[in-house]
């Protein structure tokens, strides 16, 4: 099949006309190690069984701690978690400093808010060009009573206000 030439920067600009909600994903690796990162590619796939998705760029240093059978907890963040959001897309080293996590399901770290909480452990994995698509069970979830989402839409974070 023949690809056309897209221009990156403005195909980006084009996939970013789509709002998102903004998670930060955590996991712990082998080595004990307390991995986060955050992502908006966040999305549902099926009710029964209970299913989500996301994708992970095969660049981030967090990816060999996703595969499969791995566990890990997405935190929906609230508006208020821009700063939050901000510190987990970094590549520092200690993103977790100054939180008061708990650990789940597998011993994952668990963030003290958001806006809604799923457990997962990682069902499927399939290739998705310069991403891999994580498709995870959900095993426990949590809802906070803040409904007032964090955004993110053309590069950059947005409020939502209901009608
Ligand atoms: C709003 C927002 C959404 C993001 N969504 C994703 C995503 O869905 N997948 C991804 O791989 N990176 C995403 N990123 C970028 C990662 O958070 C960033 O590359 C981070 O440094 C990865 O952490 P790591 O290098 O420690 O693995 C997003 C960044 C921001 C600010």
Redesign the pocket.
Same mark, same amino acid.
């Given at each position: 099949m023949t690809q056309p030439e897209f221009e990156p920067r403005d195909f980006r600009n084009a996939l970013g006309k789509f709002p998102t909600g903004?998670t930060i994903i955590t996991t712990k690796n082998e080595s004990g190690e307390l991995i986060g990162?955050? /992502?908006? =590619?966040f999305n549902t796939v099926s009710l029964n069984p209970p299913l989500i998705l996301?994708?992970?760029?095969k660049g /981030?240093? =967090?990816?060999p701690s996703f595969g499969e059978g791995h566990h890990f907890a997405v935190h929906v963040l609230s508006e208020h978690q821009q700063d939050l959001?901000?510190t987990?897309?970094?590549?520092s080293e200690d993103k977790f400093a100054g939180l008061d996590v708990t650990f789940g399901i597998g011993e994952v770290p668990l963030l003290p808010e958001f806006n809604a909480r799923f457990q997962c452990v990682c069902q499927h994995e399939y290739d998705g060009g310069d991403?891999v698509i994580l498709v995870g069970r959900v095993l426990d979830y949590e809802t906070a009573d803040c409904n007032k989402p964090l955004v993110?839409h053309s590069g950059s974070y947005a409020k939502v206000s209901h009608e």
């Open positions: 903004v990162m955050t /992502a908006s =590619s996301w994708s992970i760029d /981030a240093r =967090s990816l959001s901000n987990f897309a970094t590549k991403h993110f």
